[in-house]
């Protein structure tokens, strides 16, 4: 344990908090096999799934990462005790912002509490104690992913990044796209893992919401991952272009129906594209794949292009949900973090009953787009929730939205043209 975010004592108020109930809060090190163990197994069991083998574990310790703070609460009566009731793993990841440039974020995950401790503010304890941490390490945003969309608004998250499913009826489908140049080559997981993760790294600041990864987070995407049931049937492919680049890949699983042979499914589990001649090659491909009847595509952009390179736009049906969760921690640093549409000077207030964020702040906006931002007494133009500011950080959630929904009031219109993104705020992947 070596770096400064694993390092960090752990926040005293609630270990306070939870220490009067009975319970200890206290950072596991990652670097011991048996603590670590205790500590993925009781996350396992918090998201229900299979108990990992010993393999998995060690692997999973393996490509921890220096930068993983992991948080235990534990109860010396409980029926293993080794084992936490309570879990959280976090770690700073750059966060894309408008301006195609990153700000360090406070990725916050494996937010469990056993069945036996539920609803007796463990939860609540963990999450006010990542917000200090992350504060105490200067990130000014923390972020999320969500097992349940009702958990976390309390905490001031909100979603600043949705996605879609998409099914496509193939037989619906012809291709009426740009034919891409290059060639979609077969491959190995293997011959991903370094190729597939440059690829994505060099998208990432393309897109406000995407963060960076690597580790375990990227491998399990290929199904290099140990004890991975789901990796026999993953099929790689790349997209090379003219020149023999690597412009893009996809990773897929086809599902046989057994009563017709030409009625298969096909899942798209990954698809990352570098280019538009990439997006099209890799999309015409898995829409022609012989057998396959339905493409199914998990976690895609809502503005995905796919549908306006067919000639049925309705051969595809979408369905969005929310996915990245954003919360402002520090409203100077996470500003002009980012830049904005339109020129000039916005006096906004936050309301944070948690009070990282709350103030009146004076956001200035030169005619580059870059801002400064000071606290000020000035009236607000604008008042908003933390939840507001959140949904509004990546440039996706339209302003008269959140004016409609109650979050916030002022000029929407205005809002809009400072703070919309040219380019829709779109994660990639679960963390
Ligand atoms: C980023 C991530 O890791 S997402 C993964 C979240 N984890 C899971 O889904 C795993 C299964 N669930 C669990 O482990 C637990 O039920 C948790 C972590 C969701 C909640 O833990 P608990 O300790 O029971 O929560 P806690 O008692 O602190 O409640 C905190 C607040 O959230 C609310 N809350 C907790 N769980 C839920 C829920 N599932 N739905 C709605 N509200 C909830 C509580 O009512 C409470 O509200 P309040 O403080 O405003 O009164």
Not at 41 to 56: K, Y
Not at 289 to 299: E, F, G, K, W
Request: aromatic share 8%; proline share 6%.
């Amino acid at each position: 344990m070596s770096t400064p975010s694993a390092d960090l004592p752990i926040d005293e108020t609630s270990r306070a908090r939870l220490a009067a109930d009975g319970l200890r809060l206290r950072i596991v090190d990652g670097t011991d096999a048996a603590e670590y163990e205790g500590w993925f197994l009781a996350e396992t069991r918090g998201f229900h799934n299979a108990r990992p083998s010993a393999e998995v574990i060690a692997e999973r310790q393996r490509n921890l990462g220096p930068d993983r703070r992991l948080v235990g609460v534990y109860d010396d009566t409980a029926g293993i005790p080794e084992q936490p009731v309570a879990t959280t793993i976090c770690w700073p990841a750059d966060l894309t912002v408008p301006g195609l440039r990153a700000v360090p974020a406070w990725a916050v995950s494996g937010v469990t509490v056993a069945q036996t401790h539920r609803r007796r503010g463990i939860a609540r304890a963990l999450l006010e104690a990542e917000l200090r941490t992350a504060r105490a390490l200067d990130l000014p945003v923390a972020m999320l992913t969500v097992s349940e969309s009702t958990i976390y608004s309390r905490f001031g998250f909100s979603p600043a990044a949705l996605a879609r499913d998409v099914t496509v009826s193939t037989r619906r489908v012809r291709w009426t796209g740009p034919t891409a140049q290059g060639q979609v080559r077969l491959v190995t997981p293997e011959q991903l893992r370094e190729d597939g993760l440059a690829i994505v790294e060099r998208v990432r600041l393309a897109r406000p919401g995407q963060i960076s990864y690597s580790g375990h987070l990227w491998t399990r995407q290929l199904g290099l991952s140990a004890g991975d049931p789901s990796a026999p049937k993953l099929q790689t492919i790349r997209y090379d272009d003219a020149d023999g680049t690597p412009q893009g890949f996809a990773v897929y699983e086809i599902t046989e129906d057994p009563s017709d042979f030409a009625d298969h499914r096909l899942a798209v589990k990954t698809l990352v594209a570098a280019t538009t001649d990439a997006y099209a090659g890799l999309w015409r491909y898995l829409l022609e794949v012989d057998l396959v009847s339905t493409v199914t595509a998990h976690l895609r952009p809502v503005d995905e292009p796919l549908r306006w390179m067919i000639d049925d736009f309705r051969a595809v049906r979408v369905s969005e949900f929310d996915h990245l969760w954003v919360r402002v921690l520090d409203v100077p640093a996470a500003l002009t973090a980012r830049t904005y549409g339109a020129a000039g000077r916005l006096v906004i207030a936050i309301n944070d009953p948690l009070g990282f964020a709350a103030g009146t702040w004076a956001l200035d906006v030169g005619d580059t787009g870059e801002a400064t931002v000071t606290a000020t007494d000035d009236p607000a133009d604008v008042s908003m929730s933390v939840n507001a500011l959140g949904a509004l950080y990546l440039g996706g959630v339209p302003a008269s939205t959140l004016v409609a929904a109650g979050g916030l009031a002022g000029d929407a219109e205005r809002l809009d043209r400072m703070f919309r993104a040219p380019v829709e705020p779109y994660l990639s992947i679960w963390f």
